[in-house]
Each structure stands twice: as structure tokens, then as C-alpha cells.
């Protein structure tokens, strides 16, 4: 299969929804131009693109799931905007453009982020995209979202991570914080697709071992791409998590050792699909392509 | 009826669903504490009772809407502590106790108001709390709550308010601020009571009307407490609004006139009652307790 095709396919799906969905200007409009800013600012789809292909994975028809695939792209941005923030961060650049409160201001900025949150919950609850997912999947796969989000997840790892700054690297808190700050987002993505399928159970624990094992990787690379990329590919001041002394992969492991626990990662995800005929190509794929991205 | 007594049951039982929840320690402890810390600041829980009290006048057993009356007393925690930020209103004091980045730094601060506002709707989502609820009315009220919180609610609310600090008082402006910040949640409050009863859809505009009277005259008495409340009775700064020029009733129509303006919302909250008999009694009562409430 064409995996570069798939991505972009997807990925249009994707942005032609959010576009149809905020083609209404609504007031105050300073509000909508922030959160479409970060929306729009280059992000690559890869949590909708990974429940939807969990979703044509599982026996669903990749078209239905699009609107709820999308909110993870809507939550992922709002914790990218919260964590660019003076106080967390303090990033300037993200993806090459200005981070959202260098151009809206900090307080903009936040809203921006509360909003695009709240705004993912209220299409996951709208019953209105739904033909053949069940209600009852569709409020089973929302509280995934917001377990792998919320204290229990996401947050708990960006806590941790800014708990960790310029302390000692601890292999335990490392995982802590991967697991939570970016796998848990990523593994709830194909877990979604599997629960709005309506699949059954004996496929569950392959997606989540796939999930996790991706959400990993999809870390370590990041650790490795920021070391080792250049500014203008990255689109953001190489080493930045270097200079305020973040525990990462590289840092305690060393670049090559986190490459081959990375190749480790991708290689046990696949093989955790090994239950799914070519149905399931698409999340093998992206896998692969991951672990070679670079940026 | 007792109306304070009806209160203080209420709130003992949202306060007693709240321990039991949160009673496991999470990792990272601080984000936990932080959550709490501003969760049990005081807050009257106006809110949760409001939509307890419209279920109750819908037909429904007030027990089974406790854990989702309560998410709405997280969502308004969250807001308070984004809301009292640096770069939003800059407030040291919430209810005579340090705001929450006078104690946890602005980075925890924001964190545990995004955790708070996510974990809503985790329980929302949790169909475990259901027994005579229907899942598809948990979808239906979860929706309300997010619309009512989000981009089209108080987020846009706040944001507007904050654009127009030190602007010229505009009386379809200060509406707009006061409808999103203030009355959509709190009417989203007694919606998602009505709806979960599985109640007529007869009843839907009495409690609808009800609702945003009862929103928007909340908001009035508050401006009009702030004024003139002193710190002590209200825990925060007295006339801190006016300090920063915001646009309030007072500013624009006088204290006598903002207290007519209190009475008459009430009194037509009131009187979108009168299709229901003695069970709406708390509702009732609760506008008139507002309306005379001294913090």
C-alpha cells in the first residue's frame, strides 16, 4: 500500500471536516482566530489518522468515524498551546510559526486551549454524525478521550514532566511521563476506533499493545528528532528540552540506544497485530512510518 | 420549605460524592492536591443543586444525578482558577483563601484547572452511576455541559470580558458577557436535570426560562456584592472589577437600578414555574435565597 496516499487522504478527510465545522464565525472572533491558528498551524493528524485506521481495522467504514477521530486532533492542539506557555515551556516557535500566546497573548492563548477541549467533548457527544456506532460505544469511546486526557493521563504526565525539570533522569519517572503526556492520547486513538467498530473483544488486547508500544516509540523519536534535527525541519529550537535539562530517551540512554528501542517498540507493535489480515495494513504502516519520520 | 436546610443536604451530598471519588491518591500527588485544594475552597455548589433540584421537580430520585450534578461543580472550579490567572484577572484571593497559583505556581495552576475540566466529563461519561438514567440522555446532557462551558459559552464569555477591560461600558456587550460566562452553565444546570429525568418536553421551556433568568441574575447580584460586599463576608477584594474597569450593572445602570433589575429576573423565574406544582418548591426557593444572599 501507498502509506504516503493514506496519510494524506486522511488527513484532507480530517481538515475538511474541521473546515466545514468552522465555517460559522462566531463571536468574540479574536477566539475562533486563535484556536484555528494552532488547528491549522501544520499538524501532521496522526491521532485521527491512527482511529480511523484502527476504526476500517476493527470493520468500520472509515467516513463515519471522521468527526469523532478529529476531536483528538482539537485536544492534542490544546495541550500543545498549554505546554508552549511562559509559564510551562516557554516556547516561541512551534512548527516553525509563532507559538499561539506570542501571537494572541498568554490569556487568549489559554482560552484558546480551554476551548478547543471543551469543543472536542461537544462533537464526541453529537449523536448527529452517527449511522451505524451506538450510542452507547460513542460514550464508552468518550470516556477513554478523557481518562487518557485528563489527571489520569495526559495531565498527570505534563505535571510530572515539569515536576522533573533539572532534577536527576529516573528511568520510572521517564516511563511515567511518556506513558501518560504522549502514549495514553495515542493508544485511546486506536482504542476508539476499536470501541466505535463495535468490535469484538478478542481483538482489544492487539490494539492496545499496538497502542501503547506506538505511543512509546512515538515518544523516543520525538527525543531523538530534537537532538539530532535541525531547526527548520523541526520547526522548533533544536535541544530546547536539553537546555531546561528534560529527563529524556537520549539524554539517558544515548542516541543509538534510544534508536533501537524505538526499532524495538515499532517491531512489537506490528507484531501485536498479528491477529488482523490486511485490514489492518494501514496501522502497520503508520508504524513504520514513525519510527523513519523526520520531523 | 427549609431552604437551607435543603441546601446544606445537597451540598453534603455533592461534597460526600466528591471524598469518595477523589479519595485514592493519583501520581503526580501535587496535581491531585492542587485539584482539591481549590475544589473545597468554599464553593456553595449552587450549581450541582440547581441541576438536583430541577431533576427532583422533573420526576427524577435525587441520589442517581449526584455524580453528574457534580461535574458541573469541576467545571466551575476550573474556570475560577483559570479566570484568577496572572494574565487573566491577576486575583490573589478566592473566598478570603490564596487563589490557587498563589500556592501552586501558575504552571500547576493551569494544569489542574485543564485536569479539573477533563475529569468532568470522564464521569459524565460513566455509565456506572446509572439506573434509571438512559445512556443516550447522558449524551444528550453531556453535550449541553459542553456547549455551555465551551467556544459557545463561558469560554466566550471570558474572552470577551477580557477584551473589554478599559473599554467603554456597552449594554449589549456586558448581556453578552454575562449570558456566556455566567447564565449558560448555571442554565445548562437545570437543562441537564430535566433531561436526564427523561421529563416531557412540556417542561423544557419553563425550566429553559427559568434557567437563564435565574443565570443572568446571579451574575448582577454578584457585580452588585462586589461593590458593595465588604473583603471580609466576600473573600475577594471589594470593587476588584471596578479596579480594572470592568463592565458591570452597577457601572452601567447604578446600584438601585441593578437591584431592580435582580428582583424582576428572579420574579420571572419565578413565574416560568407555574406549571409545576409543590416539587419545583427548591427551585423556587433557591432564586429567592440568590437574590438575598449576602456572599
Do not use: W
Request: glycine fraction near 6%.
Amino acid at each position: 500500500m501507498d502509506i504516503k496516499k493514506y496519510l494524506h487522504e486522511k488527513k484532507e478527510a480530517v481538515d475538511s471536516f474541521f473546515h466545514n465545522y468552522f465555517k460559522e464565525q462566531r463571536r468574540p472572533a479574536v477566539l475562533q482566530e486563535a484556536m484555528l491558528y494552532s488547528l491549522f498551524a501544520g499538524g501532521k493528524r496522526i491521532r485521527p489518522i491512527l482511529a480511523i485506521a484502527s476504526f476500517e481495522a476493527c470493520g468500520g467504514n472509515p467516513d463515519e468515524i471522521v468527526p469523532y477521530a478529529s476531536t483528538l486532533e482539537l485536544i492534542h492542539t490544546y495541550s500543545l498551546i498549554h505546554d508552549d506557555l511562559p509559564s510551562m515551556d516557554n516556547d516561541d516557535l512551534r512548527r516553525g510559526k509563532p507559538t499561539n500566546h506570542k501571537v494572541y497573548g498568554e490569556a487568549i492563548a489559554i482560552l484558546a486551549g480551554d476551548a478547543l477541549l471543551t469543543e472536542a467533548f461537544s462533537i464526541f457527544s453529537d449523536t448527529s454524525f452517527c449511522r451505524t456506532i451506538k450510542q452507547a460505544d460513542l460514550l464508552k469511546a468518550l470516556r477513554e478521550i478523557a481518562n487518557a486526557s485528563g489527571p489520569r493521563g495526559m495531565v498527570a504526565g505534563q505535571v510530572q514532566d515539569i515536576l522533573s525539570e533539572n532534577s536527576v533522569p529516573d528511568k520510572d519517572i521517564l516511563q511515567f511521563i511518556h506513558m501518560h503526556k504522549t502514549a495514553a492520547l495515542i493508544c485511546a486513538s486506536v482504542k476508539i476506533g476499536h470501541i466505535l467498530a463495535g468490535s469484538s473483544k478478542d481483538n482489544l488486547g492487539a490494539i492496545i499493545s499496538y497502542g501503547n508500544n506506538i505511543g512509546l516509540a512515538f515518544q523516543v523519536i520525538d527525543d531523538i528528532l530534537d537532538i539530532e534535527g535541525d531547526t527548520e525541519e523541526l520547526g522548533k529550537p533544536v535541544g530546547s528540552d536539553e537546555r531546561i535539562k528534560k529527563t529524556t530517551y537520549p539524554l539517558l540512554h544515548g542516541i543509538e540506544k534510544s534508536r533501537e528501542i524505538a526499532r524495538q517498540l515499532v517491531s512489537d507493535a506490528v507484531s501485536s497485530l498479528s491477529i488482523f489480515s490486511a485490514e489492518a495494513d494501514p496501522l502497520r504502516e503508520i508504524a513504520f512510518y514513525l519510527l523513519n519520520r523526520r520531523n
